[in-house]
């Protein structure tokens, strides 16, 4: 990064470059181009996806400019709009004389690639650009490399073509997913916080575990797992609950390494929580050709268990450290907060059962989006009014935007929406509830830059891959080892995205880590869906695991603790999570990959046991502290239950049940000798 972070002036949030009045208005217009384009589709696909990468560029470089000069950032940033414009201006010629550039291509595709790499490297850091450079280096130079590293070799001309302007490089398909599900996913995220969500799960998570053993904790679990239906990025994810949660876990005992952990953890889980996942579901879904909904379902019940696995940590955590819960008088009523703001989860449902009904991800997010935006302003506009009249107001227009969905489509609600817009300008008080839906179309353009840089470079990776044909080396790799040892791949496979977590984002991490390695594991038996969350998961585990875990990292400014320290604690926490990919490969009903469903319930209570005993490994702690044996006994009953081996289950059911009735009635004596002893 080379911006020292700021507060935002126009609608931002703490923690990101400050917005000028002109970037502010970039951001605005870049939400409504995203906006307009999902709506009505005037423009092909190719066209947008090099306008949605011109917007990405041209708003990084004027939020981090080159040598702290604003001049240079929007030099650099207007240069690579116009490049994202030549792609309209040209299309037809381009189409016409794809694979022969002229001059003026040359510059236009050296120029975005050159630039994409120095805009990722000023979002992120130097790791995922020196990553893409050896693959851009491996497509120009890999013919000098040995057998069976090298290639035929590619000339410039090729590279350029690829990367630049064709289908399969920096326009590819996590570039198309980028600027059409994810970013308009985020947007929805953003309305939704400016409406006051993060409130509504604040306040309904405190209600019902605030006063709980070890209480605030769990409220950052609760609080964070709902986050992640509305919000699929981790890290902002840990900047927006974990304000709130992770003080409130200090005041009450925990430490701020296990509370910045704690709400790490938590985060990251909402990337694998339905219905709005993270941008690596959406990618997903496009790489394997398999509906967005079919991901979401897999992703169920692997989510819930990971949520459980930080609940139960939590739980164990302040069983052994004994932290008690908030005063039950300081927490909210939850169904209070539910009955003040429960009409922000219609668009949430309603995004549910679109997707349910089987519309596609861009058609449901994008009346979620606007479903939300005719709840803000007919609720800001209803509230000018009395009590019963407010009720009235808000109804009409509810049914009114949904009528014109229905009849005459999602054009007819953009209508409703501008309608309500110009009326609340005339009210007064109603240009504050504008300000704040433009601040979220602000706030919505600078959260996508992360990911849509990404996902714009690590079309540099799909392109050199399709390009030489590399990846089918490393799988051959992958597939022979599988062949004497499926775990064995499995723990390479998982090693790998362990690693590559260490510097670069969830999204490119999943995109390498699926093209070298699912396809292996597709060949070696596992399902093509199971093979793609296998990298998935370990994807986002990677973001929690040290010495670079960004998720820990962010949350390191509100804990006051190292991130460093905060990751370690978070790799405990979530050290039973790591158990659920592989029971899901050797068990794909885990994911919901069967029609029987006595193998679901079955394979649901076996990975609930095996969280509940690597939990006490771990911790320590069950009813009472658990002695260093069974602690031992705890680690190999789960182990049995996770291999997936003759008897091995009977094993390790048998060898939980022993241990758990052996720790109660220890417990038990315990408790019975305490009452029956005379007091000091």
Request: net charge neutral.
């Amino acid at each position: 990064m080379t911006s020292t972070p700021t507060t935002s002036s126009a609608g931002g949030h703490a923690g990101a470059p400050a917005f000028t009045t002109a970037i502010f208005l970039v951001a605005v217009v870049f939400s409504s181009f995203q906006v307009i384009t999902a709506a009505f589709a005037p423009l092909s696909s190719p066209v947008v996806r090099a306008i949605h990468v011109g917007f990405l560029l041209l708003m990084t470089f004027t939020l981090y400019p080159p040598l702290g000069q604003r001049w240079l950032g929007w030099l650099a940033g207007g240069a690579a709009f116009v490049a994202g414009l030549y792609h309209w201006v040209f299309e037809a010629d381009l189409v016409q004389r794809a694979g022969d550039l002229t001059g003026a291509d040359y510059v236009v595709g050296i120029v975005t690639i050159v630039l994409v790499f120095e805009a990722a490297r000023r979002v992120m850091g130097a790791a995922l650009p020196i990553i893409c450079g050896l693959f851009l280096a491996y497509a120009l130079f890999g013919q000098y490399l040995p057998e069976p590293l090298n290639h035929r070799g590619y000339g410039l001309d090729q590279v350029v073509g690829q990367l630049g302007f064709g289908t399969e490089g920096i326009y590819g398909t996590p570039t198309f997913v980028s600027s059409s599900y994810i970013f308009l996913f985020i947007l929805f995220g953003s309305f939704l916080e400016q409406a006051g969500m993060i409130k509504l799960f604040t306040d309904f998570s405190l209600g019902l575990f605030g006063h709980a053993k070890g209480g605030p904790a769990k409220v950052a679990v609760i609080s964070s797992g709902l986050m992640g239906t509305i919000n699929g990025s981790g890290v902002a994810n840990v900047v927006t609950t974990g304000q709130f949660t992770i003080p409130l876990m200090k005041r009450f005992g925990y430490k701020p390494a296990f509370a910045g952990g704690v709400e790490a953890t938590s985060s990251m889980g909402g990337q694998i929580m339905p219905p709005v996942m993270g941008a690596v579901a959406f990618i997903m879904a496009e790489t394997i050709n398999v509906p967005y909904l079919e991901i979401c379902i897999a992703a169920a019940i692997p989510a819930i268990l990971y949520f459980l696995t930080a609940f139960v940590m939590v739980h164990f955590e302040a069983g052994r450290a004994n932290l008690l819960g908030m005063p039950k008088d300081e927490c909210p009523n939850p169904w209070e907060a539910v009955r003040l703001r429960w009409y922000l989860v219609l668009p949430l449902a309603i995004l549910v059962f679109l997707l349910f009904s089987g519309y596609t991800p861009l058609f449901s997010g994008m009346v979620g989006l606007a479903l939300t935006v005719v709840l803000i302003f007919g609720a800001a506009l209803s509230s000018r009014f009395g009590a019963l009249p407010l009720r009235i107001v808000f109804w009409v227009l509810v049914a009114l935007a949904c009528s014109a969905f229905f009849r005459y489509g999602i054009g007819a609600v953009m209508s409703v929406i501008a309608a309500l817009a110009v009326v609340l300008a005339i009210v007064r008080g109603g240009r504050q509830t504008l300000r704040s839906a433009v601040d979220a179309m602000a706030d919505g353009a600078r959260h996508a830059l992360p990911v849509g840089v990404a996902c714009a470079l690590v079309g540099v990776i799909i392109g050199v891959l399709t390009l030489t044909g590399a990846a089918t080396t490393f799988a051959g790799y992958i597939i022979q080892l599988g062949q004497h040892s499926l775990f064995l791949s499995l723990l390479l496979t998982m090693l790998v995205c362990l690693v590559l977590g260490m510097g670069i984002p969830t999204i490119p991490n999943y995109i390498i880590t699926s093209s070298l390695a699912a396809p292996a594991l597709l060949e070696l038996g596992v399902p093509l869906l199971v093979s793609h969350m296998f990298v998935f998961y370990f994807g986002i585990m990677a973001d929690l695991t040290p010495p670079v875990a960004l998720a820990c990292f962010a949350a390191s400014p509100i804990a006051r603790e190292s991130g460093l320290k905060i990751s370690l604690q978070a790799i405990r926490i979530a050290a039973a999570g790591f158990v659920v990919p592989y029971m899901a490969v050797y068990a794909p009903a885990l994911m919901l990959q069967t029609d029987d469903w006595t193998a679901v319930v079955y394979i649901v209570f076996k990975a609930v046991v095996a969280i509940l005993l690597w939990g006490g490994a771990v911790i320590g702690h069950w009813l009472a502290p658990l002695r260093w044996y069974e602690r031992a006994l705890a680690f190999a009953a789960a182990a049995f239950l996770v291999a997936a081996l003759p008897a091995t289950d009977e094993i390790g059911l048998a060898l939980a049940a022993a241990l758990a009735a052996w720790h109660v009635a220890r417990e038990r004596r315990r408790l019975r000798a305490a009452a029956a002893a005379p007091p000091a």
